[in-house]
């Protein structure tokens, strides 16, 4: 099990609970949605996976086999190493190019070896069909490729397990079917996917376990679509 959280819960740096009771997990190469309206605790969730928020109470909360309730900030980085993060939006470096941002990131993590970092590059830019684009600035990139770069940086060190934050939020639908495509291979060849989203259609396009916050809870409801169907409607208006 990747992730096991039993009874937890999370609050903002202020101490507001914006989830209690929370039980959640993620095994091998399972896709799971977290859906409900802004504000609801999905970022938060997400935030907690990879410890910009803390846990401070539950019975177990466990994430690649680190405990969430006893993590000291100084096994934070290595904790993170293990798991690949995409954002809406992007978080690209915007002063080199895209050769040099997943550079960076495998110097940043213990990369030495110069023929290695540049094979790895080349591979995961060809997975992501972006090896043409590799002598690119993010701003020469439409927010699709900058997705897909993102995606590339967070498979750089073959984790695990991707946390993804509405990474298809800014995108138009024949964009962000593509970058769902994409992170189901991802999915399909062991990585654990989580990812939080408003996009109703793109769930049934790609299933997976779902999961809901309302009310400061979270409920699963893979075979419940049509109560999605009204949180989504309802945010809508």
Same mark, same amino acid.
């Given at each position: ?16 609970? #914006? ?20 504000? =609801?605790?999905?970022? =938060?969730?997400?935030? =907690? ?13 466990? #994430? ?33 190019? #895209? ?94 996917? #989580?990812? =939080? ?41």
């Amino acid at each position: 099990m990747l992730i096991q959280y039993k009874n937890v819960k999370i609050c903002q740096a202020d101490e507001n609970i #914006v989830l209690s009771n929370v039980n959640f997990k993620v095994d091998n190469g399972e896709f799971v949605y977290i859906v409900g309206r802004v504000g =609801s605790g999905k970022s =938060s969730l997400l935030k =907690s996976i990879y410890n910009e928020l803390d846990i401070e109470e539950g019975e177990e909360a466990t #994430v690649l086999d680190c405990d969430m309730l006893t993590l000291k900030r100084r096994d934070v980085p290595a904790l993170r190493r293990q798991m690949g993060i995409v954002f809406q939006d992007f978080q690209l470096l915007a002063d080199r190019n #895209v050769e040099r941002n997943l550079r960076f990131v495998l110097k940043a993590t213990g990369w030495k070896d110069n023929k290695e970092i540049d094979e790895r590059i080349s591979q995961v830019l060809e997975q992501v069909d972006m090896s043409d684009k590799k002598d690119k600035m993010p701003h020469e990139l439409s927010g699709g490729e900058q997705q897909r770069v993102a995606i590339a940086r967070a498979i750089l060190n073959s984790p695990k397990l991707i946390v993804a934050d509405e990474p298809t939020g800014n995108l138009d639908p024949e964009t962000a079917n593509g970058i769902m495509k994409l992170l189901s291979n991802i999915s399909s060849e062991g990585t654990a996917v #989580v990812m =939080s989203t408003h996009n109703l259609p793109l769930i049934s396009q790609y299933p997976g376990t779902v999961y809901r916050c309302a009310d400061c809870t979270l409920e699963e409801i893979t075979d419940d679509y049509s109560s999605i169907e009204v949180e989504v409607e309802e945010n809508k208006e």
